[in-house]
């Protein structure tokens, strides 16, 4: 049965990743994560589903460990939030047919949703990469805003950026907060 998370979000839609069919695993997600994939649905993706009339696509959500470990090594990042758990959230990577991923991100922003962590990943790439999103866990989201770029390491999103990526104040003042504690 494909359970409906959200309006326009079912577990499938979380789940659902090519290689974990190409290579006969089972994606579930636990079930004491649906709350947090709810959360994620309802707070994240259907706002941006709506502001943008549909167009986006969650090309990578939920990942077990097992395919966690197949695409990244076993030894990266076992704290990803595309495993989830209730401590450290969950995360879903997006894509939209209807604008290119740095405006998806600057749309995102604009938005000023409550997310823990936003990346704009690849945007040079072939295809023009993806953003990725997630939700806390047990501690208060970090509001961060970080970029991976072919060439750059992951950092954080600064105010005059080469992509022109407009920061709203909120995140802005929260940053400011951050580094005077």
């Not at 990469?129 to 954080?156: C, L, M, Q, T």
């Amino acid at each position: 049965m494909n359970q409906q998370i959200s309006e326009h979000f079912n577990l499938s839609d979380l789940t659902f990743h090519p290689l974990s069919v190409r290579w006969g695993l089972r994606n579930k997600i636990p079930v004491d994560g649906i709350g947090v994939m709810r959360s994620l649905c309802e707070e994240i993706l259907e706002p941006i589903y709506r502001d943008l009339n549909g167009h986006i696509e969650i090309v990578s959500g939920h990942r077990c460990k097992k395919l966690q470990n197949l695409l990244n090594g076993p030894s990266f990042k076992i704290k990803s939030q595309h495993i989830y758990s209730s401590h450290f959230g969950a995360a879903v990577d997006i894509v939209s047919s209807k604008i290119n991923q740095i405006d998806l991100l600057q749309t995102i922003l604009d938005m000023e949703l409550e997310f823990d962590e936003i990346k704009l990943e690849f945007p040079s790439s072939y295809k023009g990469g993806w953003v990725h999103i997630s939700v806390a866990g047990i501690h208060f989201p970090r509001e961060n805003i970080v970029v991976k770029d072919i060439g750059i390491p992951y950092s954080i999103l600064e105010e005059n950026n080469q992509f022109g990526i407009r920061i709203p104040e909120k995140y802005l003042i929260k940053r400011e907060k951050i580094e005077d504690d």
